[in-house]
């Protein structure tokens, strides 16, 4: 029954693993598809991409590193001499239900505590993938709260994924990540917007760090700064 419950917890590991290095391999692809069709420059669609590929990358490091530990805890498990009332207890847990083999592999290792450093660099991660979808909506013309929706529950994976637990420091975190990353979110969605309608020559031809600032610097000149905020 255990053997079965670590079986499956391995290949769990090794799913993550595999997605990682999918997604790192797909924003890989899709950052220099967009920097050979662009002349170049950095684009949107390259920032989207270097975002997958950073994400897809963190995700193989985390699941890499869970699979050392599951290993050393298995060998560290088989060497250790079992006591009387170990034997006895694992008889009985060879008795459970087969749904236990469903369990997860945070509940069969120790409690981790949930560590906020990691937690929040994974909410962070989340958080940009979460924004650069904002911005490809608000980029096409439309504001709508599934936006706002996706940003934070990609948030909140990304803070469970590198912490194991949530909790309300998890949640605070996460929130107010969203929270700071909103309005460069909103912003960037704009100038992709400005982009692909407006109908003068020079602002197509421009890199995005000329794109950010004279973006900026036409919010000001028609006074609508409080209106975008």
């Known amino acids: 029954m255990q053997q079965s419950i670590h079986q499956e917890n391995q290949k769990k590991i090794k799913r993550g693993k595999l997605a990682g290095a999918a997604l790192g391999a797909a924003g890989l692809i899709l950052f220099i598809l967009a920097l ?8 949107p669609l390259a920032l989207l991409g270097l975002a997958m590929a950073a994400a897809g990358v963190a ?14 805890y298995l060998e560290q498990e088989a060497n250790r001499p079992k006591s009387a009332a170990e034997k006895l207890a694992q008889q009985q847990a060879e008795a459970v239900e087969a749904a236990e083999l469903h369990k997860d592999l945070q509940d069969i290792a120790t ?5 906020v450093g990691l937690g929040a660099l994974g909410a962070a991660i989340g958080c940009l993938l979460g924004a650069l979808i904002w911005s490809c909506i608000m980029g096409e013309g439309y504001i709508t709260v599934f936006g706002g929706i996706i940003m934070i529950l990609l948030s909140f994976g990304g803070y469970k994924l590198f912490s194991w637990n949530m909790g ?3 949640m ?3 929130a107010g990540m969203c ?6 979110a909103t912003y960037g969605g704009f100038i992709w917007y400005l982009r692909n309608n407006l109908t003068f020559s020079g602002y197509r031809s421009l890199s995005f760090a000329e794109k950010w600032q004279q973006t900026w610097g036409m919010l ?9 905020f």
């Open 36 to 43: 050979a069709t662009s002349a170049g420059s950095f684009t």
């Open 59 to 72: 995700l193989f490091l985390v699941k890499w590193k869970a699979e050392k530990a599951y290993a050393k």
């Open 111 to 115: 409690a981790k505590k949930s560590h």
């Open 168 to 170: 309300t420091d998890g």
């Open 172 to 174: 605070a975190v996460s």
């Open 179 to 184: 929270a700071l990353m909103l309005p460069f």
């Open 220 to 228: 000001r000149e028609y006074e609508i700064m409080g209106d975008f």
